[in-house]
């Protein structure tokens, strides 16, 4: 069984909905004050994503390659219990259903000074295995510090200075994973390229850069997003896909409350999914959002949500192709069993 020290998972992730009201609301009940929001109408409108390294009012747009947009109409505060919204109709608009995904890391943080580039701030939750870190390019290749104390599995890094493509890397893509790399942004599938990680894994302490401008531009800003696999917490994996309604189940040792999955074989052209336990509540009808796109919720059923992983319940070739490769990020709702000896039991 997978025993963790995490037993309230929603202390460290939650998903929150809530209805847009045209003017200006406080978003309460996430339970912790977010570090890193990610934020979607249901309906059709960009992604909007805000953390508090970077600072409120700064938005970043998972769906699109833009550079960083300012505005105190849209996410304009962290709060103890959740976050402070403005007008702008992407986060708010009136009548509106909206989802958002918040994650806690350490408030702004600080300097981390581990790497070659000492990272601007760098706030790093080391129980749950997230931190957030911004940090300016020098074009050469570089060591940056993220402050887990653990090697990263995930890695997200966007250029915040001009329009640059969102770049991923994920552990189990590869037997070389530091060769490869994805876009949050687009449906390209795994790409190869020195200029991304340097070809270099990723260390306990720091993580590789190239000369890459989408990870490395010299003079350009850049936030990354970090994720160390927590036992019964997070997990990220890859599974292989079998066309079938009855889809593989995938054991991720807890009870999941949010997945994002990618196909990654080449010549494919796959969305990102993305599902969590709330949007409508109840197996299969798990609908999926796209990451990579401004489109509203798919309603068709994807995912068994269980005590202890999920099972693909659709043929979609986006997450279940005959014999096809897809990677995925998990975190909890509650772990199978935590060290309180209570068992998750599924939906």
Known sequence: M????????????????????????????????????????????????FDAVRGATKAIYPSLDSAQGTSSAELNAFNSDGFTLGSEANVNANGVNFASWNWKANGQGSSNTDGSINTTYTSANTTAGFSISTYSGTGSAATIGHGLGAVPQVMIVKNTYQAENWIVYHHDSNATPEDKYLHLNTTDALGDSAGMWNDTAPTSSVFSVGTSTSVNQAGGTFVAYCF??????????????????????????????????????????????????KRVGYNAANWRLYPNATA???????????????????????????????IYMAFAEEPLVGTNNIPATAR
């Open 2 to 49: 997978a025993y963790t020290t995490i037993n309230k998972s929603t202390d460290y992730f939650n998903t929150k909905l809530y209805t847009g009201n045209g003017g200006n609301q406080t978003i309460t009940g996430v339970g912790f004050q977010p570090d890193w929001c990610w934020l979607k109408s249901r309906a059709s409108a960009n992604h909007r994503a």
């Open 228 to 277: 160390a696999e927590k036992k019964g917490f997070s997990k990220f994996g890859q599974y292989e896909g079998n066309a079938s309604t009855n889809g593989p189940f995938i054991n991720t040792g807890f009870k999941p409350a949010f997945v994002m999955m990618k196909g990654i074989d080449s010549g494919g052209s796959d969305n990102w999914n993305l599902c969590d336990n």
């Open 296 to 326: 509203g919720e798919n309603t068709t059923s994807l995912v068994d949500l269980l005590s202890n992983g999920f099972k693909l319940r659709v043929s979609s070739t986006d997450v279940n192709a005959d014999a096809k490769t897809y």
